[in-house]
């Protein structure tokens, strides 16, 4: 199956802070997608984007899928992005995805 | 649009026992998940519907577990003779049909714990 890798595996910033967060995955993928989970568990949808890019306010994210890659940007970090961040793809548009390990994000004020 | 809701939000059970969990998705999503995710882990897929099709399942899904959703919306995930193993959140995510945005929105999880 499909293998996904993040880096980094944590990751500690200061308030106002930019951050870039990878995903590597081993197979071409039709489907890919961010989530932030916040300290109660719920996992929130930030980006799908299994090519290309697409900004939403102080995040953005880049796929390029023909080296199996991609980067999520959070710029001017606060408090509240603090949480495990998690890329996940698939071979379909539906179907199931394949999460990788998540980065935990910890930003301090 | 009220989101993906999940019940019960905890669960804690004896070991041997049964459980079931309910997850309501968005009213227009046809498609639905069930997910697991243990401490320090990634959500791992468990099976999804299309309406009321079940089609796929992972091989984490033992034969204790069952999935239903019988007419199409709400889709129930039941544990027989529950393991210790067994505990972990239970997630549950909906998405709009095929040719649509294939984007996933979870509900907020089913906690099991199995003593």
């Known amino acids: 199956g499909i293998q996904v890798e993040q880096s980094p595996p944590d990751l500690i910033l200061q308030e106002g802070a930019n951050s870039t967060l990878r995903c590597n995955f081993s197979d071409s993928v039709n489907n890919l997608q961010w989530f932030h989970q916040n300290p109660w568990g719920q996992l929130i949808n930030l980006f799908y984007?299994?090519?290309g890019t697409k900004q939403n306010g102080r995040l953005s994210a880049t796929t390029v899928a023909t080296e199996r890659y991609s980067l999520l940007y959070i710029s001017s970090s606060q408090t509240t992005d603090s949480g495990v961040y998690f890329c996940?793809?698939?071979?379909?548009?539906?179907?199931?995805?394949?999460f990788g390990q998540g980065t935990e994000l910890s930003v301090k004020p | 649009d009220t989101g993906v809701s999940q019940n019960p939000r905890h669960k804690i059970t004896k070991r041997g026992q049964n459980v079931t969990f309910r997850c309501d998705p968005i009213?227009?999503?046809?498609?639905l998940y069930w997910y697991r995710q243990t401490l320090g882990q990634g959500p791992e897929f468990l099976t999804y519907?299309?309406?009321?099709?079940?089609?796929?399942k992972s091989r984490l899904l033992s034969d204790r577990f069952s999935a239903e959703r019988p007419k199409g919306s709400f889709s129930t995930l039941e544990i027989q003779r529950t393991e210790q193993g067994d505990s972990a959140m239970y997630l549950c995510a909906s998405s709009p049909q095929p040719g649509k945005s294939g984007e996933l929105f979870f509900g907020e999880g089913s906690r099991l714990t199995v003593l």
């Open positions: 009213s227009e999503h046809n498609r």
């Open positions: 996940a793809v698939g071979r379909n548009q539906g179907g199931k995805l394949i």
């Open positions: 519907f299309q309406n009321e099709a079940q089609l796929e």
């Open positions: 984007i299994p090519s």
